[in-house]
């Protein structure tokens, strides 16, 4: 490992400069500071990511083709 490897590039990215553009390809920065974590699991990650899918399964069921 090498913790002091500038993983998360801060640059301006697109229209916004204030923000990581990590975050703003995620849509929050769950993601970055779950990978920043290092007492972090998979398993914690699953648990947000499960709700959020769950969710999104539920608001697209109505406008699936299949």
Same mark, same amino acid.
């Given at each position: 490992m090498l913790p002091d490897y500038p993983l998360w590039r801060d640059?301006? +990215? *697109? +229209?916004?400069?204030?923000? #990581? =553009?990590? &975050? !703003?390809? @995620?849509?929050?920065? #769950? #993601?970055?500071? %779950?990978? &920043? &974590?290092? /007492? /972090?699991?998979?398993?914690? !990650?699953?648990?947000? =990511? @499960?709700? &959020?899918? /769950?969710? %999104?399964?539920? *608001?697209?069921?109505?406008?699936? !083709? +299949?």
């Amino acid at each position: 490992m090498l913790p002091d490897y500038p993983l998360w590039r801060d640059f301006p +990215y *697109e +229209y916004e400069h204030d923000r #990581l =553009a990590i &975050d !703003l390809i @995620n849509g929050s920065p #769950l #993601l970055r500071e %779950w990978v &920043d &974590d290092p /007492a /972090a699991t998979p398993t914690d !990650l699953d648990r947000v =990511a @499960n709700n &959020d899918e /769950a969710r %999104w399964r539920e *608001e697209s069921s109505t406008v699936k !083709l +299949y």
